[in-house]
């Protein structure tokens, strides 16, 4: 278990919330016009370094809002949260 510090509600366990990916990453404006390729691409192709790195999670179980974590993907330390784009 991983104790995740919404921005709106506090303290709360891991299970309420879902993994977004790394905040870098950007969607596609239009992902329709995308070949099959280039959709598998964004999709699968991640960096998946170790160490430290800047994630959007969404407060599932509880508030429904989007925000960024920054966490040790090897320790799962978490040293900021904020609301999308104020993670430091």
Not at 8 to 37: H, K
Request: aromatic letters at 12%; glycine letters at 10%.
């Amino acid at each position: 278990m991983m104790l995740v510090s919404c921005p709106w509600c506090g303290p709360r366990n891991d299970d309420e919330f879902t993994w977004g990916g790394e905040a870098s990453r950007v969607r596609p404006d239009d992902p329709s016009s995308l070949t099959d390729g280039q959709w598998a691409a964004y999709m699968y192709n991640n960096d998946n370094e170790k160490g430290w790195v800047i994630e959007r999670w969404w407060h599932a179980r509880g508030c429904e809002q989007w925000f960024e974590i920054c966490r040790n993907n090897v320790t799962h330390e978490i040293v900021s949260i904020g609301p999308d784009g104020e993670a430091s």
